[in-house]
């Protein structure tokens, strides 16, 4: 080999060591300095994100693949198999996943996705139980009805709380289907781990209502989580060119899509419904306009990031940001805004069990990442 030779196989290597040396860049926040590590990468629009006990983690891809990633970030290259059919169309796809409490007695693994049927395709949620690579004792336990044709607003992300399990969804992009008691599209539904429904939801024996609606007047829910302190269901979802709301999930309640929003049309940007009030609807406890398009919510209860704690974490699509919100009283008292358009559009948020935080980014090359406190 002459000098030439060697110096074009060694410039290479000395690239990447030194890539791997230099320090992560430091990222400034009012309460904390933190670096941002990249673990997986290659992931086609992932959509949500499970913590399996050993230390793995289980991640839905969009396109209808639920993929296995080991602790230090590694891909497993074989996607889990025995997953129901999938409708990736438009919005929909393979979306969120979640772990029964339960899990280390049980193994249940729960997942939303659009689903093919009669009229086109609609949000369904499934259980199943993880054995090496694949999926056993599939079992449907919620099918979005009536379905239809169109690729839009299907939600949904998955919360359990003390054995009941939430699904939210969204209109379909229908939006005046949002309102009606018969139809599942734009709502909030409590099930029993099971797929029974409660005996106490609000509709229960209401003549022409769906018994498995906890909500309605909902229009596209993509993040939910409990709050820590108060234990109720917080969620957000996506208003028209502007709107976007922060709602405390509560029985039989009304959010009021499409009849009061802060949105706007978006071809013609004229106003849309009654206003942004009206008897007997709920008021958000927060509004962005312009948009941020959210998705993914989590509180951070972890123990690396002290002043932090008990924060609301949102990710952004449309601007592509990571938003903190301070609250207090159920109302939100303080916004930053994090990782503005350095890491592309934020689908998912998750609390990681050894206190980290974990953010996936939608792309056709999508990544894991995960947020460390700076040394």
């Known amino acids: ?27 400034d926040s009012a309460k904390h300095r933190f ?64 772990l029964h409490p339960d899990y280390a007695k049980n193994g249940w693994v729960y997942f939303s996705y659009a689903a093919p049927g009669e009229g ?29 044709r169109t690729g839009h607003h299907f939600g949904s992300r998955l ?29 909030v539904i409590r099930l029993h781990d099971d797929g029974r429904v409660p005996q106490d939801n609000p509709f229960v024996g209401q003549a022409g209502a769906l018994p498995e609606k906890f909500t309605l007047g909902n229009r596209n829910i993509q993040g939910a989580a409990l709050n820590p302190l108060t ?28 009849v009061i929003t802060f949105g706007r049309n978006y071809v013609t940007g004229t106003r849309i419904g009654e206003g942004t009030a009206r008897s007997g609807m709920a008021q958000p406890i927060h509004v962005w306009t312009p948009s941020i398009a ?17 924060n609301l974490f949102v990710g952004a699509l449309a601007h592509e940001v990571l938003v903190r919100l301070e609250w207090q009283d159920n109302g939100i008292v303080r916004e930053e805004r994090l990782l503005e358009k350095s890491v592309g559009r934020v ?17 056709s090359k999508g990544r894991l990442l995960r947020l460390e406190p700076a040394p």
């Open 35 to 98: 670096v941002l590590k990249t673990l997986t990468e290659g992931l086609e629009h992932p959509w949500g994100l499970a913590f399996l006990p050993d230390g793995r983690m289980l991640v839905t891809e969009r396109a209808g693949r639920l993929r296995l990633v080991a602790a230090d970030g590694k891909l497993d290259p074989v996607p889990v198999s025995g997953l129901p059919p999938i409708a990736a169309v438009g919005q929909g796809g393979l979306l969120d996943v979640v």
């Open 159 to 187: 919360v359990f709380d003390r054995g009941f399990l939430y699904i939210t969804l969204g209109d379909r992009g229908e939006m005046d289907r949002a309102q009606r008691l018969d139809d599942h599209a734009g709502s």
């Open 347 to 363: 689908r998912d948020v998750r609390n990681g069990p050894d206190g980290y935080l974990y953010l996936l980014t939608d792309s």
């Open 231 to 258: 234990n109720e269901l917080w969620a957000h979802e996506h208003g028209p060119q502007g709107g976007d709301e922060i709602n405390i999930i509560r029985a039989g309640t009304n959010y009021g899509w499409p």
């Open 1 to 27: 080999m002459d000098r030439r030779q060697f110096l074009r196989c060694l410039l290479p290597l000395l690239a990447t060591l030194f890539a791997a040396a230099a320090p992560a860049q430091v990222h």
């Open 294 to 310: 959210p998705s993914g919510m989590a509180f951070y209860t972890g123990s690396r990031f002290p002043g932090w704690k008990n």
């Open 120 to 148: 086109g395709q609609g949000t369904e949620v499934a259980r199943a139980r993880l054995d090496g690579r694949a999926l056993r004792d599939l079992q449907v336990l919620f099918r979005m009805r009536p379905k239809t």
